[in-house]
Nanobody, 117 residues
Framework: QVQLVESGGGLVQAGGSLRLSCTAA????????MAWYRQAPGKERELVAS???????NYADSVKGRFTISRDNAKNTVYLQMNSLKPEDTAVYYC???????????WGQGTQVTVSS
């Protein structure tokens, strides 16, 4: 069983920055990929960025050049640095992980990001 806990959401003005953190209760060495999804009101959940244990990261076109995903295996944490935020980035952001150990998907509880214009 993997528990993921997000933090770092909040209210920010357009053009501002936030950094989201997702900390796993245990090693993230066997979690691949880890990713951030988001869901805005009335919309489907969408992939924002993903990072495998080894290999290249991937980003949604809408966030390329503005968001950066990274993982710190020593801290069991994956981050999402969000710069140049736009009102359309407003959503609940969810941390996701796939466990190579038990082949199950895990989700965090979500953290609200609100960008005001």
């Amino acid at each position: 069983q993997v528990q993921l806990v997000e933090s770092g959401g909040g209210l920010v003005q357009a053009g501002g920055s936030l950094r989201l953190s997702c900390t796993a209760a245990g090693s993230i060495f066997t979690l691949s990929p880890m990713a951030w999804y988001r869901q805005a009101p009335g919309k489907e959940r969408e992939l924002v960025a993903s990072t495998p244990r080894v290999g290249s990261t991937n980003y949604a076109d809408s966030v390329k050049g503005r968001f950066t995903i990274s993982r710190d295996n020593a801290k069991n944490t994956v981050y999402l640095q969000m710069n140049s935020l736009k009102p359309e980035d407003t959503a609940v952001y969810y941390c996701y992980a796939f466990s190579l150990y038990d082949h199950r998907e895990y989700w965090g509880q979500g953290t609200q990001v609100t960008v005001s214009s």
